[in-house]
């Protein structure tokens, strides 16, 4: 399996607009940070995970040359503003493209974005397929998922494992009952946004306690925003912790 780590900023992205701190004004390419997206492939299936404003952007640069399903972790903007960028997608595979997700989310980006799930003249049916994701672990192709439910403060965020690799989408707490799930994974992905305490947010300390408890060979954060600057967080963690980049790519 591969992860391509294609957007790893938090929902205003790094450099933030008009900010002059130095991570902002960094000239290091790791500090330049395109909104949350993941692919995830195993042999000839690739997998993407959200939707960010750069889709488009992270899937040219990323070299994938088709996309088999997606997985929505939350409706959020930053998650989902790049939808619309799925339709060529869809058009290229000749069929709906499959889109996991909760409940709430399928819902919610429905209403957002009605014309993705109607029938369309391109394909003479809807560009997304909506799957509802729920507790049980399923098998897409050859790929397997256990979903992992937590909460980003009160919005209920799906993420997942498959074999050995985990991660964590926006995350303010998770109950012990879905740790469980992660437990003996390879690698581990966890969305650390902030340094301070944040009612929708795990700050940085609470997140790498939360790593060592699951205790993966190795962990990546992501969706860092901007009081984050690559050399320093990568020193200041412990060794088997490092920040992801755009374009990290990662064999599990
Ligand atoms: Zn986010
Ligand atoms: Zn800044
Ligand atoms: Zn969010």
Redesign the pocket.
């Known amino acids: 399996m591969k992860v391509i780590f294609s957007g790893t900023g938090s929902s205003t992205g ?3 607009l008009f ?3 130095d ?2 004004i960094s000239k290091d390419i790791k500090n330049k940070r395109s909104r949350f997206s993941f692919i995830l492939i195993k042999k000839n299936t690739n997998i993407l995970v959200d939707a960010p404003f750069e889709l488009r952007e992270q899937l040219l640069k990323s070299e994938v040359d088709h996309i088999d399903a997606i997985w929505l972790t939350h409706p959020h903007s930053d998650h989902v503003a790049g939808i619309d960028d799925t339709r060529i997608i869809s058009f290229k595979n000749r069929e709906p493209l499959p889109f996991f997700a909760g409940k709430a989310t399928i819902e919610n980006t429905k209403i957002r974005y009605p014309y993705m799930f109607e029938k369309n003249e391109y394909l003479n049916r809807p560009f997304l397929d909506p799957v509802e994701v729920g507790v049980e672990p399923f098998l897409f192709r050859d790929i397997s998922f256990v979903p992992i439910r937590h909460m980003h403060g009160s919005t209920e965020v799906h993420s997942f494992r498959s074999e050995d690799f985990a991660f964590l989408a926006d995350i303010s707490a998770v109950s012990d009952s879905e740790i469980e799930k992660i437990k003996g994974v390879k690698v581990l992905s966890v969305c650390t946004t902030t340094k301070i305490p944040h009612y929708k947010h795990m700050e940085l300390e609470k997140v790498v306690k939360l790593i060592e408890k699951v205790s993966p060979e190795k962990a990546f954060l992501t969706h860092m925003n ?1 009081t984050f600057d690559y050399e320093e967080t990568r020193q200041l963690l412990p060794s088997f912790i490092e920040p992801a980049y755009d374009g990290l790519e990662v064999v599990v």
Request: overall charge neutral; glycine content about 0%.
């Open positions: 790094t450099p933030q900010c002059q701190c991570v902002c901007h």
